[in-house]
């Protein structure tokens, strides 16, 4: 099959260095990642910093993640079709913008705002990042193990974001964990402009607005729905609108894919793959219980038992470190013996230490948490290989990248809806008694959805038992 990627050379444009392409590049994809985590262990600061409760501090973190699941699928297809080079500028343009803008802001809504534009940066940079790699790595080899840097350099930056934003906050103040991002894309950016070659495809999909444009609306609904009953109740009238929007939107969405077909942000003839649903309802459900969880833990670890930034960042490595160094692990059980048992497995063990949370208590020392962050960060560091390849696996080989993305996305979005079910359960950290109770219900209430989809992965995902070989 010929070639159908273009490579266009820019005016006065020099030789490609193609580690400064990977350097620069694995600082966007860092920035990105942290910027998941790394606001966490500073919500307790901004709260009382901006005079916000708890429904604002969920809008600090879901505004960054519904823009970042919005827009995924959509900004790799304009990449493709307008030039990644020039989307990943501008998305390090729009990323720096929205990062100064935190750093600033005067109240929490344009705080919310400001995480709303470091989204679209982040989703407008994290797709082209990996195509731009590989593009300057044309041999085999050399471009398997640039994109095993890139991978590890995203790794790193889970376990790195309760830490880094823990001793930013302790000893700078919370604003800095959004100016410290600054510089690094001033020079990732320049460094990008100056060795970056333009590419695009040239046979690349169309971009589905319809698609875009509802997909939005059905996960701002949705989350707004969650985050304001949590407020004001399931009754409340802004609730009910919110959901009433959500389902409109869901139709609508469904409506306008089906008509678009191939053509479809989300093509429908994917979703008729029930292994494929599985493998991404699985990341969904991965990501609802991992960040809605956290972003409970991290308040209880704070306002309830009364820890600093820094501490409340060493007390959660437990989670993220095995994340890191048993994700390659996972991926080459993976790679032998398919999807089915790593995911099952890493779903049961993530549950059994999502339910060893519930024995927490205010006074609870870092040993009593220490299996349940073990055990619940070995079973995700099983998982997420493991669900990323089955929903590659089940696809064409020419959807394997629609397939990839899919699959962020549903994490993305699980993410989103997570912080705003965990939040809306556990209520304001500041009523200690009610939050400790909600706190343990959407532990435990995790560790149950981690059951079904552990029963899921069983039945649908793919599976060959190939003993272990070397």
């Given at each position: 099959?010929?070639?159908?990627?273009?490579t266009?050379r820019?005016?006065?444009?020099?030789?490609?260095?193609?580690r400064t392409?990977?350097?620069?590049?694995?600082?966007?994809?860092?920035?990105?990642?942290?910027?998941?985590?790394?606001?966490?262990?500073?919500?307790?600061?901004?709260?009382?910093?901006?005079?916000?409760?708890?429904?604002?501090?969920q809008w600090?973190?879901?505004g960054?993640?519904?823009?970042?699941?919005?827009?995924m699928l959509?900004?790799?297809?304009?990449?493709?079709?307008y030039?990644?080079?020039r989307v990943?500028?501008?998305?390090?343009?729009?990323?720096?913008?929205?990062s100064?803008?935190c750093g600033?802001?005067?109240?929490?809504?344009?705080l919310v705002i400001?995480r709303?534009?470091?989204?679209?940066g982040?989703?407008?940079?994290?797709?082209g990042?990996?195509?731009i790699?590989?593009?300057?790595?044309?041999?085999?080899a050399?471009?398997?193990?640039?994109?095993?840097?890139w991978?590890?350099v995203?790794?790193?930056?889970?376990p790195?974001?309760?830490?880094?934003g823990?001793?930013?906050?302790?000893w700078?103040?919370w604003?800095a964990?959004f100016?410290?991002?600054?510089?690094?894309?001033?020079?990732?950016?320049?460094?990008?402009?100056?060795v970056v070659?333009?590419?695009?495809?040239?046979?690349?999909?169309?971009l589905?607005?319809?698609g875009?444009l509802?997909?939005?609306?059905?996960?701002?609904?949705t989350?707004y729905?969650?985050?304001?009953?949590?407020?004001?109740?399931?009754?409340?009238?802004?609730?009910?609108?919110?959901?009433?929007?959500a389902?409109?939107?869901?139709?609508?969405?469904?409506?306008?894919?089906?008509?678009?077909?191939?053509e479809?942000?989300?093509?429908?003839?994917?979703?008729?793959?029930p292994?494929?649903?599985?493998?991404?309802?699985?990341a969904?459900?991965?990501?609802?219980?991992t960040?809605?969880?956290?972003?409970?833990?991290m308040?209880?670890?704070?306002s309830?038992?009364?820890?600093?930034?820094?501490?409340a960042?060493?007390?959660?490595?437990?989670?993220?470190a095995?994340?890191?160094?048993?994700?390659?692990?996972?991926?080459?059980i993976?790679?032998?013996?398919?999807?089915?048992?790593?995911?099952?497995?890493?779903?049961?063990?993530?549950?059994?230490?999502?339910?060893?949370?519930?024995?927490?208590?205010?006074h609870?020392g870092?040993?009593?948490?220490?299996?349940?962050?073990?055990?619940?960060g070995i079973?995700?560091?099983?998982?997420?290989?493991?669900?990323?390849?089955?929903?590659?696996?089940t696809?064409?080989?020419?959807?394997?990248?629609?397939?990839?993305?899919?699959?962020n996305?549903?994490?993305?979005?699980?993410?989103?809806?997570?912080?705003?079910?965990a939040?809306?359960?556990?209520?304001?950290?500041?009523?200690?008694?009610?939050?400790?109770?909600?706190?343990?219900?959407?532990?435990?209430?995790?560790a149950?959805?981690?059951?079904?989809?552990?029963?899921?992965?069983?039945?649908l995902?793919?599976?060959?038992?190939?003993?272990l070989k070397?």
């Amino acid at each position: 099959m010929a070639d159908t990627r273009e490579t266009r050379r820019q005016p006065g444009h020099r030789d490609t260095a193609p580690r400064t392409v990977l350097l620069v590049m694995c600082a966007g994809y860092f920035l990105v990642l942290l910027d998941v985590t790394v606001v966490n262990v500073a919500l307790p600061r901004i709260g009382s910093g901006l005079h916000t409760d708890i429904g604002g501090l969920q809008w600090v973190v879901d505004g960054y993640a519904l823009a970042l699941a919005a827009l995924m699928l959509t900004s790799g297809t304009a990449g493709d079709r307008y030039g990644h080079r020039r989307v990943v500028l501008a998305g390090l343009a729009v990323f720096g913008a929205g990062s100064l803008a935190c750093g600033l802001a005067p109240d929490v809504a344009v705080l919310v705002i400001a995480r709303v534009v470091q989204g679209v940066g982040a989703a407008l940079l994290l797709p082209g990042t990996l195509a731009i790699i590989s593009r300057a790595y044309p041999d085999d080899a050399a471009r398997a193990r640039a994109i095993g840097v890139w991978a590890g350099v995203g790794s790193l930056a889970l376990p790195a974001g309760p830490l880094l934003g823990g001793a930013l906050t302790d000893w700078l103040g919370w604003r800095a964990i959004f100016l410290i991002n600054v510089p690094v894309v001033l020079f990732a950016l320049v460094r990008s402009a100056a060795v970056v070659e333009e590419s695009r495809e040239a046979s690349a999909r169309r971009l589905d607005p319809p698609g875009l444009l509802l997909g939005g609306l059905l996960l701002l609904a949705t989350t707004y729905a969650f985050i304001e009953g949590g407020r004001t109740g399931a009754g409340s009238p802004y609730v009910v609108t919110a959901a009433t929007v959500a389902v409109l939107a869901l139709v609508a969405l469904t409506v306008a894919e089906l008509r678009r077909g191939d053509e479809a942000m989300l093509p429908p003839a994917l979703l008729r793959r029930p292994a494929f649903d599985a493998a991404n309802a699985t990341a969904g459900i991965m990501n609802l219980g991992t960040l809605g969880t956290l972003f409970v833990l991290m308040l209880f670890l704070q306002s309830v038992q009364h820890r600093s930034a820094l501490v409340a960042g060493f007390a959660v490595l437990p989670l993220f470190a095995p994340l890191a160094v048993i994700a390659p692990f996972g991926g080459r059980i993976t790679s032998r013996i398919g999807s089915r048992v790593p995911a099952a497995a890493g779903l049961l063990i993530a549950a059994a230490g999502l339910a060893l949370l519930a024995r927490a208590q205010p006074h609870s020392g870092l040993p009593v948490l220490l299996p349940a962050l073990l055990l619940w960060g070995i079973g995700c560091g099983l998982l997420t290989p493991a669900v990323v390849a089955a929903a590659i696996a089940t696809v064409p080989a020419d959807r394997a990248g629609l397939a990839s993305a899919v699959n962020n996305t549903a994490r993305q979005t699980g993410g989103a809806i997570g912080i705003a079910v965990a939040g809306a359960i556990a209520g304001p950290p500041q009523d200690a008694g009610r939050f400790l109770r909600g706190f343990h219900t959407v532990a435990v209430g995790s560790a149950g959805l981690y059951g079904v989809a552990a029963v899921v992965a069983v039945v649908l995902l793919p599976g060959v038992w190939r003993p272990l070989k070397g």
